[in-house]
Every structure is written in C-alpha cells, then in structure tokens.
C-alpha cells in the first residue's frame, strides 16, 4: 500500500507541466513572429492537443482498473508531460523571437516522446 502512495504521488508530480495554450498566451502579441501562418498553426495544434489530452480517462481509468495501474498511469502522465514540453517548444519557436527559455531547450530527437498509437 505504501508503495501504491508513493507511485501515485511521483505520478501526480510529473503530469504538473504548463499547457501549451497557457504558455502560447503568455507569450508577448507585439512580437513580429505572433502573426504568422506558422504560429497560428502551432497554437492549433497545441489546442487540438490540449482538447485531446481532456478527452481521454486519466486518473479515473486507474481508480477503476485499481492499484496495479499506477504504473501505467504514471507512464502515461509522463508521456504527457513530454508532449506538453514539445507542443510549447514549438510555439516559442514559431511565435517568439526571443531565445528558447531554459526548461524548453532540449534536442527534439533525442528527448522528444517517441510517436505511440493507443486503441
């Protein structure tokens, strides 16, 4: 049971990272880069994403399944973290010319979630 706390503390703690859209919206309007069709693109899909990670079962899923799952669930909060991470860092270099914040710098290829399919 300890171990089951534990999983689910570290899991909650790493699903915590800034949508996409609230960091996009932070980002300054007056920036040459905010108009262009590659930035309205990048802040679509970072909605559309955001709109998709609402719509799956997250932790209830995992109350459901029961205790076994943590795991799983921390995985994928994990991976949505790292997509969250990717979303915004397109967006800061589509809509801003200022240079990439420190927590956004990072190679895509190698620290990039790998592309998963779930049913």
Wanted: hydrophobic share 40%.
């Amino acid at each position: 049971m300890r171990i089951a706390a534990i999983v689910a503390l570290s899991a909650a703690v790493v699903g915590c990272a800034s949508s996409p859209v609230d960091y996009g919206a932070s980002l300054s309007q007056q920036d040459p880069k905010w108009a262009s069709p590659e930035c309205q693109q990048a802040r679509t899909a970072a909605s559309d994403y955001a709109v998709r990670e609402k719509e799956h079962p997250g932790w209830g899923f995992g109350v459901l399944v029961g205790p076994y799952s943590l795991g799983l669930v921390a995985a994928v909060k994990e991976h949505e973290r790292q997509q969250r991470k990717l979303f915004a860092r397109n967006v800061h270099l589509q809509c801003s010319s200022l240079p990439l914040p420190k927590a956004l710098d990072f190679d895509p290829q190698t620290d990039a979630p790998k592309k998963t399919h779930y049913p």
